[in-house]
């Protein structure tokens, strides 16, 4: 019952994020008026903030299914949810155990590092955890404590010290320091970061595009995102059909109405999130400071990826459609070489997508956003080849991991299982020995 309470809790990050807000208040010996105001507003905006995310997914739910129907291509399908949904029937036990031994090493690690950050995106860490219990059963570990502790030293080194590569990046996209990135793309947003910083011009930000007078209600986000996503959706539905889209997506609605229903449903997703996103940075920020003297001197919160949505909406669809464009093209490539064929999940290339284009465009403006999105994109369409022979029975399924930080991190560590046990072993140890010297060798934080 105390692990399924635990589990639980991890599972729901606005009650996690909530009861870390009052944490933080209560160290601080602010008021119980204070305690309770500011655990709600922040447990009331991450729902507000999931909430909205789960209006974006639903309306991109049809888009997905429209793209497959009407280019007629059948394979695996990234999805977090859905592979980690079929592994955890397997792995449930030993995945929650690890997910608790790897919060207990990220707030170690934050503690006794250089590395000062909480990672707080609780299903991330279950999807973590859950790739990690796939790769160490698989390798011929069981399902004992010795794998809880191993699993656990990986995943909470892991998500410790990728929030430290985006923190540059950050610092530039938020102006400040105070919040640092909590998702499972941090790698591939990393990367998109530097590649838009060597390649390219910091001058022609993505959120500098000259509207004229006229045409100036184009600068309100809900606006321009609707009509955006509207020409995309209609595109879409007729090359899908009307046929199809009546018959099974829309209930017998119009196929032209459903398509401009579901682009306005997609614009009110992106406002509901912004409005989340408000609520919580005045919330978690604040009270996080009585956690960061207290307890974990200097930390900061690592939260979702619509966090820094609000900084660059015009990144945001321009991040989408390249990573989108990019994962088809990719799809085709496969198709022409005879491999597996990585069928883009729309869901993914939009949030990694997106962030991607707000890494590229702080150093690299309109031409980074749109290589640094391409640059994730590669690698969330092509990489999912190489994990799949390293997840077991897993491979099995119609789906697989999505995010830099299942793929790359998995395929290292399923790679060294293949060499056995010890080598398994030796490289987790060593992963974290290298990341505590590396902090041992870390100069004060520099900017980007």
């Known amino acids: 019952?105390?692990?399924?309470?635990?589990?639980?809790?991890?599972?729901?990050?606005?009650?996690?994020?909530?009861?870390?807000?009052?944490?933080?208040?209560?160290?601080?010996?602010?008021?119980?008026?204070?305690?309770?105001?500011?655990?709600?507003?922040?447990?009331?905006?991450?729902?507000?903030?999931?909430?909205?995310?789960?209006i974006l997914v639903n309306s991109l739910d049809p888009f997905a299914k429209m793209f497959q129907f009407s280019l007629g291509v059948q394979g695996v399908v990234p999805s977090n949810e859905a592979v980690v949904a079929i592994a955890l029937v397997d792995y449930g036990s030993v995945t929650a155990m690890i997910m608790f031994v790897g919060?207990?090493?990220?707030?170690?690690?934050?503690?006794?590092?250089?590395?000062?950050?909480?990672?707080?995106?609780?299903?991330?860490m279950l999807y973590v955890s859950c790739l990690t219990a796939v790769i160490l059963v698989s390798a011929g570990f069981g399902n004992g404590l010795f794998t809880i502790l191993l699993g656990g030293l990986f995943e909470g080194t892991l998500l410790t010290v990728t929030p430290a590569l985006c923190q540059p990046f950050m610092r530039v996209i938020t102006g400040g320091d105070t919040v640092a990135m909590g998702h499972t793309g941090n790698i591939g947003y990393a990367l998109a970061g530097w590649c838009g910083k060597w390649f390219g011009n910091k001058e022609h930000s993505t959120e500098d595009i000259n509207v004229p007078k006229s045409m100036s209600f184009l600068r309100d986000s809900t606006v321009s995102i609707t009509i955006v996503m509207a020409i995309v959706y209609v595109i879409l539905a007729l090359m899908t059909g009307q046929q199809f889209v009546e018959e099974?997506?829309?209930?017998?609605?119009?196929?032209?109405?459903?398509?401009?229903?579901?682009?306005?449903?997609?614009?009110?997703?992106?406002?509901?999130?912004?409005?989340?996103?408000?609520?919580?940075?005045?919330?978690?920020?604040?009270?996080?400071?009585?956690i960061a003297m207290k307890l974990v001197p200097n930390s900061k919160p690592a939260l979702d990826v619509p966090i820094i949505f609000p900084y660059a909406p015009n990144a945001v669809l321009l991040g989408f459609f390249v990573s989108f464009i990019v994962g088809t093209l990719s799809m085709f490539g496969m198709v022409a070489l005879g491999t597996v064929v990585i069928i883009p999940g729309v869901v993914g290339h939009f949030f990694c997508g997106a962030a991607a284009a707000i890494y590229g465009n702080a150093k690299g403006g309109r031409r980074g956003a749109i290589i640094g999105a391409?640059?994730?994109?590669?690698?969330?369409?092509?990489?999912?080849?190489?994990?799949?022979?390293?997840?077991g029975n897993l491979s099995l399924a119609s789906s697989t991991f999505a995010d830099t930080d299942y793929l790359i991190p998995g395929i290292i560590l399923g790679n060294i299982g293949a060499l056995g046990e010890t080598a398994l072993l030796v490289g987790i140890i060593g992963f974290t020995v290298l990341v505590c010297l590396a902090s041992k060798l870390m100069k004060e934080p520099e900017k980007a």
């Open 1 to 54: 019952m105390i692990q399924n309470l635990f589990v639980s809790i991890v599972q729901t990050p606005a009650l996690l994020v909530g009861l870390l807000a009052v944490l933080g208040l209560i160290l601080q010996h602010k008021k119980t008026t204070q305690v309770i105001q500011g655990g709600i507003k922040t447990f009331a905006g991450f729902l507000i903030l999931t909430g909205g995310a789960g």
């Open 103 to 124: 919060m207990l090493v990220n707030i170690a690690l934050a503690r006794f590092t250089k590395f000062k950050y909480i990672f707080l995106t609780g299903q991330a």
């Open 248 to 290: 099974n997506l829309s209930k017998g609605t119009n196929y032209i109405i459903y398509a401009i229903v579901q682009a306005g449903t997609f614009a009110a997703g992106f406002a509901v999130v912004l409005q989340g996103v408000r609520m919580i940075l005045a919330e978690i920020v604040p009270a996080f400071q009585g």
């Open 374 to 391: 391409a640059v994730n994109s590669l690698l969330i369409s092509w990489l999912p080849l190489f994990i799949l022979p390293v997840l």
